[in-house]
């Protein structure tokens, strides 16, 4: 009875148990029962961009921006992941590769980012050549040599080489010139009022610096402040922070000053004139001349007018002049900074002109002149290139000067109204009056282009406004801005 009760027992228990697992699935029709925690939503979406019509090895130009200060830029089609719900704007610039620009539709468009879902946006990239041209902003300056702005300003503030400063609004130049030291400056050869550059706080201390050859040829950095007037500086405000003597010949005076980005005053002289160096200045390192110098001008008093920064390769170095920074410069006619980089062009002798690229941290660089001229050994079948910093970028003259006899270097282009030039560097030549450019990259110097605009003139030298925008200087008297031309 016992056995045969609990086997009775377990099947009725067993039966119980099955019932239970129907009813739980809800097998046979029975309800559903109860169900687990719900999977919560998706709190980000993504968004896939997809770029198209460039050729290969072009990268695009996209920017995204959107809620929380967001911002990522990209060079090709790719989905971003994780994105906060919202609106987020998608930008595309134009692109240059060899000498034409790729112009991207749409260049803005929103997209709306949901919880848990990818939205898609599209850019296609059209090709079009790239022109550009010319707008005459003043004229009948008498012989401009720079033209700068201090930040935030709209103005242009140009030198004129007999010795002035003149200050040019809105397409109208000013009768009455900010600064005039005419008296003390000497034109004669390649002298006069060179450039001007004003302080990194100009708008704190109204101080600002200019490059001439005075009266007895030497070349003269001199700081004046600004004056009473936004109109006229102090003109008798003058401190001369240094003065070089020039001794012997009219050229090869150099010429331009320019705030590196560490803050210190650069300035490149000339090798003190003459064919082929006779005086043996650029590689002289207790001469002045030929060289590219560095000097603190934070400080500045009649006493001491600058100091001599740490980080100058001669800096405590006996018979060496402290002020150098690189030497072996023939007639270093224009240079600036580009973010971390130098460049640097120097006018050759005979045969070929040059650009150098350096970092600006490099010092002590021997840039090669009189040893060579370009990457050409001067005036000699073989020569020593030991130590010797060959130029990144050089031309020939051609016959009858065909390609130019005098490099006119420039800048890198940084402005916004032609953004798809970003990089590039422009230069021209004082024979040659054209507008030519390059890109610099780590392969090389690629997407030389010569911009096709004629009758520009001798171009003396480029300038920059406070927006980046560049600008030609003509022997002529004309300042012309570059801009966009019509598509071709």
Sequence with gaps: MR??????????????????????????????????????????????????????????????????????????????????????????????????????????????????????????????????????????????????????????????????????????????PYLDIGARVFTEGEGGLLSLVFDPQFARNGYFYVYYTDLQRNIVVERFSAGATPTAANQTSGLVILRIPHPTYQNHFGGQLAFGPDGYLYLGTGDGGGGGDPQGNARNLSSLLGKLLRIDVANATAAQPYAIPAGNPYRDTAGRRPEIWAFGLRNPWRFSFDGGQLYLSDVGQDLREEVNIAATGQAGLDYGWNIL??????????????????????YEHGANDVNGCSITGGFVYRGRALPELAGRYFYSDFCGGYLKSFLATGNGIVEQRDWEIADIGRVVSFGQDAEGELYLLTSGGAIHKIGRGPTQ
């Design 3 to 176: 056995i045969g009760h609990l086997r009775y027992t377990l099947l009725l228990f067993g039966a119980l148990l099955v019932g239970m697992a129907l009813f739980a699935c809800g097998g046979g029709g029975g309800s559903p029962g109860t169900t687990g925690p719900a999977t919560p939503p998706a709190s980000t979406g993504s968004l896939a961009i997809t770029a198209s019509g460039l050729p290969a090895g072009v990268n695009a130009a996209l920017r995204v921006t959107g809620p929380n200060n967001y911002l990522q830029d990209l060079t090709q089609s790719q989905t971003i992941g994780n994105l906060a719900p919202g609106s987020y704007n998608v930008s595309a610039s134009p692109v240059t590769s060899g000498g034409v620009t790729y112009q991207p539709a749409p260049a803005s468009q929103t997209a709306t980012i949901s919880a848990g879902a990818t939205t898609v946006a599209t850019v296609a990239y059209g090709s079009a050549a790239l022109s550009l041209t010319l707008t005459q902003v003043a004229a009948d300056l008498d012989y401009p040599t720079w033209l700068t702005a201090p930040p935030g300003e709209r103005r242009l503030f140009v030198t004129e080489r007999p010795g002035r400063v003149r200050i040019v609004e809105n397409g109208v130049t000013r009768d009455q």
């Design 373 to 394: 001229e370009g990457t050409l050994c001067y005036a000699a079948a073989t020569c020593d290139r030991a130590g010797l910093t060959p130029p990144v970028f050089e």
